[in-house]
T-cell receptor, first 114, second 116 residues
Framework: AQKITQTQPGMFVQEKEAVTLDCTYD???????LFWYKQPSSGEMIFLIY??????QNATEGRYSLNFQKARKSANLVISASQLGDSAMYFC???????????FGAGTRLFVKA | GAVVSQHPSRVICKSGTSVKIECRSL??????MFWYRQFPKKSLMLMAT?????????EQGVEKDKFLINHASLTLSTLTVTSAHPEDSSFYIC????????????FGPGTRLLVL
């Protein structure tokens, strides 16, 4: 069975500093995708970044990068130069290739301090 | 990224009435859409997978007669909460998968349902 684990219920970071949000996953499949979503207080789910299981390089999207360690089954999100607007809930997710459903972790709430 | 709309954004209804929520993919075709429910400070709970032209696939514990799903076209799925009760009050979010782009799921803005 597939599973996503986010062990940090809450995180604090100083504005302009970098922060890493942890995510580990479990699957016996070889082909899968890993995602990170941001959910601000408004409730909308905002897609941040994607990593395919066969991608050899870590994904990057602006200030977001995904530290993909396949052997460890981890897919940590790194946010560089944190901004006050980064304060939100962050969800790690995984889906198997082929249109199957996506499963989500419990989420990490990030607080950025001025 | 792709755009998914959801309507209404908020709805308040009386107990016993039915509420319909629409989910539309605006710039791509979605043969599969997903309906989630989210309780305060909790993760998303998948309720059902909506398949265009066929019956929805419900997750274990979700009442299919309570939560009716219709996926009539490649861009529209609807969730109807029938005979709503206060315990159905929640945040409902739909998503659609863009198979043309990394199979990423794009989410609608959500619907806050309050049943009085």
């Amino acid at each position: 069975a597939q599973k996503i684990t986010q062990t940090q219920p809450g995180m604090f970071v100083q504005e302009k500093e970098a922060v890493t949000l942890d995510c580990t996953y479990d699957t016996s499949d070889q082909s899968y995708g890993l995602f990170w979503y941001k959910q601000p207080s408004s409730g909308e789910m905002i897609f941040l970044i994607y990593q395919g299981s066969y991608d050899e390089q870590n994904a990057t999207e602006g200030r977001y990068s995904l530290n993909f360690q396949k052997a460890r089954k981890s897919a940590n999100l790194v946010i560089s130069a944190s901004q006050l607007g980064d304060s939100a809930m962050y969800f790690c997710a995984m889906s198997l290739t082929g249109g199957f459903k996506t499963i989500f972790g419990a989420g990490t709430r990030l607080f950025v301090k001025a | 990224g792709a755009v998914v709309s959801q309507h209404p954004s908020r709805v308040i209804c009386k107990s016993g009435t039915s509420v319909k929520i629409e989910c539309r993919s605006l710039d791509f075709q979605a043969t599969t859409m997903f309906w989630y429910r989210q309780f305060p400070k909790k993760s998303l709970m998948l309720m059902a997978t909506s398949n265009e032209g066929s019956k929805a696939t419900y997750e274990q514990g979700v009442e299919k007669d309570k939560f009716l799903i219709n996926h009539a076209s490649l861009t529209l799925s609807t969730l109807t909460v029938t005979s709503a009760h206060p315990e159905d009050s929640s945040f409902y979010i739909c998503s659609a998968r863009d198979l043309g782009f990394q199979e990423t799921q794009y989410f609608g803005p959500g619907t806050r349902l309050l049943v009085l």
